[in-house]
């Protein structure tokens, strides 16, 4: 039994508010927003992190930032500015062990993060 958090929401066994999605990606709104736009862009299949997503996975690569464009573009933050963050292990953060992209916006963000 898969107990991924993400691939629930993929699936729609947990509900989760969608922004895009197309065959291979998904875009939803983080439930603890860190910004007025807080989006993760995640694939539908499975990846654990970051180190898994490589040269095979290309055409998926480009996917995951065409969905970053139309988010940022159907939520008005392409003009203003906005941040795309992978955590990856202990030392970032990373709580969910399904790769997901950050997609953050609508305020001034500060550089470095904490
Ligand atoms: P990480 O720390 O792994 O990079 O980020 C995980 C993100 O997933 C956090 O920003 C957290 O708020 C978000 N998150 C955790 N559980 C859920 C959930 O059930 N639904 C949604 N939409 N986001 C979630
Ligand atoms: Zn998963």
Known sequence: MNDCLFCKIVQ???????VFENDNVLAFKDI?????VHILVIPKNHYAD??????????????????VKKV?????????????????????GQLVNHIHFHVLGGRKLEWPPG
């Open 12 to 18: 729609g066994d947990i509900p989760a508010e969608k």
């Open 50 to 67: 970051i180190s898994v997503l490589y040269n095979e996975e290309a055409a998926l690569i480009v996917d995951i930032f065409e969905a």
């Open 72 to 92: 940022t573009e159907k939520l008005y933050i392409d003009d203003s500015g906005f941040r795309v963050v992978v955590n990856k292990g202990t030392d970032a």
């Open 32 to 36: 603890n927003p860190q910004a007025p």
